[in-house]
């Protein structure tokens, strides 16, 4: 994660800014805010969701034939 590394860049004495917005009030003291969660689960559902919809598929063709494309 981004607290990690910038963690191990302040252990290792190489000067860097702390990551603005990271942490609340950019105070690495504090534990950064996990606000992209809810986002994330969205994205991979309605991207999971759009696959299924529109992957043409025939129900009664399903594990009749060979699906390995590699030859």
Not at 27 to 56: I, Q
Request: charged share 25%; proline share 8%.
């Amino acid at each position: 994660t981004l607290k990690q590394e910038y963690d191990r860049d302040v252990a290792s004495g190489t000067p860097i800014n702390v990551p603005l917005n990271y942490y609340p009030e950019d105070d690495p003291a504090r534990a950064p805010l996990n606000r992209w969660r809810s986002h994330a689960h969205l994205l991979y559902g309605n991207w999971v969701s759009e696959l299924y919809l529109t992957t043409p598929f025939d129900m009664d063709r399903i594990g009749q034939e060979s699906t390995d494309w590699r030859g």
